[in-house]
């Protein structure tokens, strides 16, 4: 598949010289272009913040199941059989 056929968008930024420096530098240790090393980064960032968003939805889920009678009532009913 193409870059075309998967739908890229072209985008401009700065870096500041030193980071674009690194960047040169790790381009050529891991035979890279710089927008790929780009991309996987933004993508190794956006899957991190999707993690953090999980794991603060399942805190607020396992505060309001700890303080809420009716979920606590509910507990109860977790071991019974209903066959």
């Known amino acids: 598949?193409?870059?075309?056929?998967?739908?890229?968008?072209?985008?401009?930024?700065?870096?500041p010289s030193s980071l674009n420096?690194?960047?040169?530098?790790l381009k050529k240790e891991v035979n890279r272009s710089k927008s790929e090393i780009i991309k996987l980064a933004i993508e190794?960032?956006?899957?991190?913040?999707?993690?953090i968003k999980m794991q603060k939805?399942?805190?607020m889920?396992?505060?309001?199941?700890?303080?809420?009678?009716d979920f606590i009532e509910l507990t109860s009913l977790d071991s019974e059989d209903f066959r």
């Open 21 to 25: 420096k690194t960047l040169n530098s």
């Open 1 to 15: 598949m193409t870059t075309a056929e998967i739908g890229y968008d072209r985008i401009t930024f700065l870096l």
């Open 61 to 69: 889920m396992q505060k309001e199941y700890v303080e809420d009678s």
């Open 57 to 59: 939805a399942v805190q």
């Open 44 to 51: 190794s960032y956006v899957s991190n913040q999707e993690k």
